[in-house]
């Protein structure tokens, strides 16, 4: 066996959830770079096709929302109609919202919770068909969850209901594992730390509190740290691992 062959995804079919910004669009160009049929979801269908577009071959806009059960249903439909099974999945659609303790609205837990939790457990559940069609004991299908740093230490913004998703994608993330490992399907998370999104771009205003700063490697995440992560886990190289969740962040939790 060959680093090439350990490491190689080309001609695997990968579903990428908000694939189109931030570090789903790292993952989904990665994997399309190397080699693999991409399927580009978000609720934006104009900027799934203008990806999908640019990309050119082997990248397909799937267009979706996961916030809903219904939703995930449909978007495993759609997904169905270009492909005939998913190697991969990568549920990586997120969101987030501030605000002090005292005026945390319920609405921000509503949406966050939707988003974040239960849209990876509900779009998995509608894409175990199409996972199951690829799965072997020998080369299992994936499933490649999106956690975070601050599911596993206390962050430093008042963003109560996503740190407490992303613990909760962690544990899901374990459980989730447990339950498909018979039908040879792994399941893994990856915790990024600091990388710069339209989500965490408040975070780089200051430039006094850097967060390159505060990173023991002494610099932020990138798409290669992103994309290396996940086709880690969706390689051969990671045939035998699952329920693992993988900080990418530079060392960062090794400060708390």
């Keep these: ?21 931030g570090i789903g669009e790292m993952i989904a160009r990665g ?10 979801s978000a609720r934006n269908a104009d900027e799934c096709h203008a990806l999908a577009a640019e990309l050119g071959e082997r990248a397909h806009a799937v267009p979706g929302d996961v916030a809903t059960a219904a939703g995930c249903a449909a978007l495993a439909a759609a997904a169905a109609e270009h492909v005939g099974h998913l190697d991969v999945l990568v549920n990586n659609a997120g969101t987030t919202w501030g605000a002090p303790l005292r005026s945390y609205p319920d609405s921000g837990w ?25 799965a072997t004991a020998a080369a299992p299908a994936r499933v490649i969850n999106i956690g975070s740093v601050d599911g596993m230490h206390v962050p430093m913004w008042e963003s109560y209901a996503y740190s407490a998703s992303k613990a909760a994608v962690h544990q899901l993330t374990r459980h989730l594992a447990s339950t498909l490992a018979p039908e040879h399907i792994t399941v893994n998370a990856i915790a990024p730390g600091f990388v710069k999104s339209r989500m965490t771009s408040f975070a780089f205003e200051d430039p006094a509190a850097s967060p390159a ?7 932020t995440g990138g798409p290669d740290d992103m994309a290396g992560a996940a086709i880690f886990l969706a390689s051969a190289a990671a045939a035998w691992i699952t329920g693992v969740v993988l900080p990418v962040d530079g060392g960062y939790v090794t400060l708390q």
């Design 1 to 21: 066996m060959t680093a090439a062959h350990l490491f190689d995804v080309a001609d695997r079919t990968v579903l990428v959830t908000g694939g189109t910004k």
């Design 31 to 40: 994997f399309h770079a190397a080699g693999a049929r991409v399927l580009l």
């Design 110 to 134: 509503d949406k966050v919770l939707a988003v974040n939790l239960k849209g990876p457990f509900h779009l998995t559940v509608a894409c175990l068909e199409l996972l199951q069609r690829s």
């Design 213 to 219: 700063a505060s990173t023991p490697l002494g610099r």
